[in-house]
Each structure stands twice: as C-alpha cells, then as structure tokens.
C-alpha cells in the first residue's frame, strides 16, 4: 500500500531528472570541437549563452535586481530601455515573470553559495522546462494510468522543438509555455472531478493562480482561456447529442450546480477576470483578446508602411512543412519531427480513437433481475432490467476528455499552420492523447496477449522500435528485435512477462522523442564566442558612453549587455525602417552613401525619413531622395532636394538637421563572419523596390575549411570546397608567377564544370596580388585569401563585389577611406568614421 502512494513520486523524480539530464547535455557544447571549446566560454569557464534573446532577458532581470524595474530608467512613470532602438530607445513592454522567478532563483541560490546571475540564468530555464513532465504525468495519468503518464510526460517534455528552447544556455520565456499551461488544464480538469465543493474551489484557486502568472509570461495566455471554453461548449453539445445525461432538474439553477464543467468555468472567468483586472487592469485584458486574433496572424502582418517586413526572415514564423526527411525521426524543421516523429504522432491519433472506444464499450448494459419467479433456478416470466451504477458518469468523463483533446488538438493544429513557434503547443495534446493511447494499449496487451506467436511478434516490433531512432544498420535493428523475443519469451512468470511486455512498448513509443532531445543538446555551439566578446569588451572600455553600436540585428542584445552600449536594432525591434537602411549601408558600393547612412540612424534615428514622409506622403520618393543625397556634402544634398524634389528651403532644411546633422554622435560598425551567412537576407532587405515591393537575394558561398596546395611538377593546385554536399568548389592554379582561380561544380555523373569568375581578387599574406574582371559575363565574382600556406575561397555573387561588407571585412578597408579599423578580433572587425 505504501508503495501504491510513494510510486508516483518516483515516477515524477525520474521523469524529472531524465528531462533536466538531456537539457544539461547542452553545457558540454558538444557541437564545439574539443580543442575550441574553451574560445565559447566566458572566463569564469561557463559556455556563453546559445542566442541572442537570452541576452535581453540577462539585461532586465540584471535591472530588476540592481533597480527594482525592468527598464533602465522611467520615463513618464513607464520602464524605459535606453540601450534598444537608440535613439530614442522603447518601452519596456515585456512580460515580466522571467525577471521575477530568475531573481527568486538568484536569491535562493545565493543562500548557500556564491553565485553570480549568469550561472543562474544558464540554468534556469533547463529546470522550469524539464517541471513540464509533472503535471503532463498526473492529468494524462488520471485520464488513463501510470503507462499513460509516462509516455506523455517524455513525449511532451522532451518535444524537439521545447527542447531546443530550454536546454541548459538557452534563457528565454518559452521556458514557461509548457508548465503552466498544463498546470491551468490539470488544476480546471481536477476541479471538475473532485469530490466535495471544497477541492473543486482548491484546484479552480491553483487553475486561476497558474493561468495569472502564464499572464506574465506570454501575451498568448488568454489562448487557454478560449480553449477551456470551447471545451466546454463542445463537451455539451456532444452531451445533448449522445443523451449522456438523463436526469432531470427542478430549476436552472440546481441544473447548472451540477454541471461541474460549466459552474467552474463560469466561476474561473468570475474570479480570473477580477483579479486580472486589480492587478493588470481591465484594459490590459481587452488588449490580451485582441493579442490573440494578432497572433495567429503572423503571415499576414500589414505593413504601415513601404519598407519590407523583416519577419520573412525568422525561421519560427514560417509557416512548417508537416513532414521532411525521415519520418520516424525528430527533427526541427517539420511538424512531424517537431513533436517527435512519426510514432508519437501517429500514437496521439489514436488516442482520440481509444476514448471514442472507451465511451463506446460504456454502453449502458443492462442485468436481469427477477421479479416473482415459481422456484429457484428457474427465470421468471417476468423480467426488470436496471443499468450498473455510474455508467453514466464515467461515460460523461470520458466525453469531457474526448471533448478537450480534441478542441486543443484542433485549436494548436491551426496555430501551427501560422507559424513553426506554435508546433510546442501542438506536442501538448498530442503527447497527452498519445499517452492515453499507450496506457489503454498496454492494458489491452497485458489482458489479451497469451499465444507465444503473438507476444513474439509484439515483443520483436517493439524491439526493432526501440532501436530505431539510432545510428545502427538494419542487421543490428533485427538483432535487437530477436534478442527482445529472447528475452520476453524467456520470462516464465505471466504476471511479470506482461509487465515486461508493457514496458518493452512504451519503451518503443517514447524511444524517438528521447534519442532526438539528447541529438539536439549535444550538438549545440554557443551564440557567441570570444573573439565577439572580447570585441564588445574593447569597446565598453575605450569608447565614450554614447557611442552607438551598429550593426545587423541578430547580435543587438548581446551589444547592449557586453558592451553596454546603446544599438541601433535587434531581435525586439528588427521589423523597422532600418532593417533597410542598414542593408543598404552594407550592400552599397558607395562609401560615403554608407557612412551617410550609418550617421543618420545612429544620431537622429527614424527621423529624417520620417519627417520626409511628412512631405512627400511617400514612403519610396522618401528613401529616393535620401539615398541620392546621403552621400554627398549638406549644401549639395539641399539643391537636390529644392531643385530635383521640389522641397522648399525650410523643408529642406528640416530633413538635413537629421539627415546631415551638425553634431555626430560616435558609432561603431561590428562586421562579424556570421553575416556572411546572414548576407541573404541583409541583401534582400537592403536592395528593396519600393515600387515592386520585393528585394533580391545576394550570398556568399565560403569554403568549408581552408585548404593546403598540392603540388605536381611546376604546377600548384589548391581546391576548396563551398558546397556542403561537395559539388561546387574553387580551383586554384599557380604556375610560375602567375595564380588563377576557378569556381567547379560537379555534375551526377562525375563530371566537372569549370566557370570563370566575373571578378577574381587574390590575397596573399595580406598583399593584394589580383583584383581584376575575368568574364563580364559571369554571375559570381570570387575572392581568395592565402595565408601561412592556406587558402580560403568565397564564391559571391558579383552584386556583392564592391559591397561595403566585402571591402571593410574581406579585404579589410582596402581601396576606401571613410572608415577606420578600431579592432579586431578572430572574426570581427570593429569599424568606425574616419
């Protein structure tokens, strides 16, 4: 008996410490060679944290502990961040529990030791992520068993793509977007099933208080309010359909006080609403509803304006493909491998299946019961039927949970079609209907299973299952299935060769989820690495406090923390104007145009654009005329724009104040290898048609690794290779004094192609040798760099030759002097005016 109370404790441990052991994986960088791990750790030997949000959230919860606020400072009684969007900064309008439970976190910590904020922001979100699988075991182990619970527990805690956004060094909100959504549906689901009034108003109390701090967490919370009460209009109508309930009532009154579902439900919107509007105001939860309908249109954003939307660059609002490469395997680039693969998604359909089943089987019997039969032993003529008690009750039960299951799959499945963030809410239901779907199987195999035959052919699939997921041959999958015949068959007892059996699958089921988790954190590299960091330390240090840093987006937060300096954009501010204009400034050939740019946003920021608009009423003659005038002295770009635009003079005027402004503030331009990568969508952004609405996509194809020369007779060769499936690579040829350069692709059939640069520039030990055109005609220009008997190779495309990027980070400032190198670091240059 004691063991019966104790066993589910155990569970949940080891459900715990499962999920954190995968999550705490990711603190080994295993995604890092091992002689370069210690180029992505801090001093204290501490991996950096693995993208740039976490930086953000280090920053205000930084300022909530030193200053009790969010912001850096208050402006007109509202937290403001003067380090984002400089100038003139934004409002602090983020959901604050990250800050509250990090700074609990920190004080508890540092009551028994010492702990600096970073350690415990590193790890904060592994812990909060992995206490998902506690309320996922207890509500799908009360809709099914403790098989049931397990394998939702595994399947929803370890779901790829949750995982990818909690592991250890990665400190975001998502950590909140499993646990206390699922602690709202459990706590609502108990309060409907408890047995006194009491405990229903404890668990609808813990409901409201989990869904209140969800509030705080994500704008997105009223979207389980919403499903709680289509829950609950669906659950009747299927109720009136199926002719569930019979009984009658005397008044609305006593047939509303038992409808568990629907006095609950209005007693949560009573109470919630409250308190919601005491602690947030009423106005907040307007905004909350509206939120909601915003969310789900994030493939639809309206532009208020010409400039293109930066979103079409984040990977999670993408709309998901439902299934790519193997099916059976987690991934992150699907919705089939997002919540873990084929099985478990196959086995969350089922789920809704067996409760279908239950509520059939259900079907009230009926026992016959004599009524003044002759003798014993002999049936009576007459015969009166009545049903086994609470047949009707379970039946409703059962009901409840086909009704919820089935509104919160179909609810999250059209999120995901708006956007891959919305696949983790999927993996919830899903993973819960999987593990009704297991516990109610390995019953039926424990009850049903007896011919050896049969437990062979089980106990063999369920092998083969189990090994799958792993980088074994097929011969090694057909090993494990007979030695799980061996093993299954081998076991005399029947009571424990069923057991066996029960844990055999739900092993299988469960094998995917679990073996891809562990794939993802031990692969993961760090955000950033020395080379940057030292770089934003240079800085903090030897520049002036308004220096403003400047630089594409994607590293904006970690600017602000390492630096601690203002930034002109990041991850909360990238869909702006200046996604545009520092495109531009990076993908233009022209120098000052560049450095008119950059002197712009980093003195008045949106405004000369902005008060252009107010003139032109034109968004694309607006950045017209800027772009034609930027670039030039302030007496030049006034005449342009009296004399071309039709400005008149105070107008003018007004615009070169902020377009050419008296007093520049002091920036630094961060040019880092990553952008080579990002160059796509920089490109794209920064050579947008106003008038076409679309920008072309340029990229740079950088070696893989450098490569050392081969020599044969008086001929040197170097070949490297761009391409990761190897089929396009630079040849390079030096005979005598004379080097050239060849951009190969390879065909099917092993031929090769060899295609002529449209311009070739060579550098050797830091010696411009070659910089010349070679084929007009040719699409992609090519850049070499030798150095200390290796050489690197760039294949680019030709719009991105003369780019300001390419002549400030490849060819470090040559042949341009509006710029000056500042410092310098593997990998990063920092540039500033000259």
Known sequence: MKLE?????????????????????????????????????????????????????????MNYLHKGILGDTKVNGEDWDLHSYY???????????IAYVTSFAYHLANMFGDYPLTVVAYWIGAIIGSLCVIPAYLLTRKMSNDYGGIVAAIIIGLTPVYVSHTYAGFFDTDMFNMILPLLFIWFFVESISADTFKRRLAFLSAAIISILLFSMAWVGYIFYVVLVGVFIIVYFLLKHLMGVERESYK?????????????????LIIIGVSLFGILKGFPALIDSISGLFSAVQLQATAQSTAYPNVYVSVSELQVPAFMTGNP????????LGGVGGLLPFFCGLLGVGVLIWRIRSLEAPRVEVKNGGKRAGKKSKFIKYQRIPNIEKKKGEYLSYLSLICVWLLLTGYAVTKGFRFVSLFAMPLGISAGIFTGYFVEYLRDNLKSTTSIAIVAFIAGILLIYPFQVSVITKILVGIIAIVIILSIRNEKFRATSMMILVTLAIVSAPVSGAHALTSSVVPGTDDGMWNSLTWIKNNTSKDTVVMSWWDFGHLFAVAADRPVTFDGGSQNTPRAYWIGKALLTDNESLSLGILTMLSTSGDMAYNTLDNYTHNSSLSVKILTETLGLPRDDAKKIMIDKYKLTAAQADNVLKYSHPDKKKPFVLILSSDM???????????????????GEHYAYYTS?????????GNVTKIMTVNDPSGMVGV????????????IVVMGANGTSEKIKPHKLILVEGNQLVKNEIVDKNSPFGLF????????????????????????????????????KLLHQEPGVLVWTRA
Request: charged share 20%; no cysteine.
């Open 87 to 97: 100038p003139p900064g934004r409002s602090v309008d983020y959901p604050p529990l």
């Open 5 to 61: 109370k104790i066993k589910p404790l155990v569970i949940i441990a080891v459900l715990f410490i499962l999920a954190f052991a995968i999550r705490a994986e990711a603190y080994n960088i295993g995604g890092v060679p091992k002689d370069s791990k210690q180029f992505y750790k801090d001093q204290s030997g501490l991996p950096y944290f693995s993208e740039m949000d976490s930086y953000y959230n280090y920053r205000l919860t």
């Open 784 to 819: 070499v760099l030798g150095s200390e008997g290796s050489y690197m190779t760039f294949i680019m495309d030709k719009k991105l030759e003369d780019s300001m990027f390419t002549k400030l980070f490849l060819l470090g400032g040559f042949n341009q002097t509006s710029f």
């Open 731 to 742: 040849l390079i040829e030096k005979k005598a004094n004379d080097t050239n350069a060849t």
């Open 251 to 267: 008044s609305r009154l006593e047939w509303l006080v038992n409808q568990r579902e629907l006095s609950m439900f209005l007693l």
């Open 328 to 335: 059976f395997l987690p991934n992150q680039t699907s919705v």
């Open 704 to 712: 893989l690794a450098a490569s050392k020369p081969e020599v044969s």
């Open 676 to 694: 080579l990568g990002k160059a796509a969508w920089w490109s794209y952004f920064g050579s947008w048609n106003f008038d076409k609405k679309e």
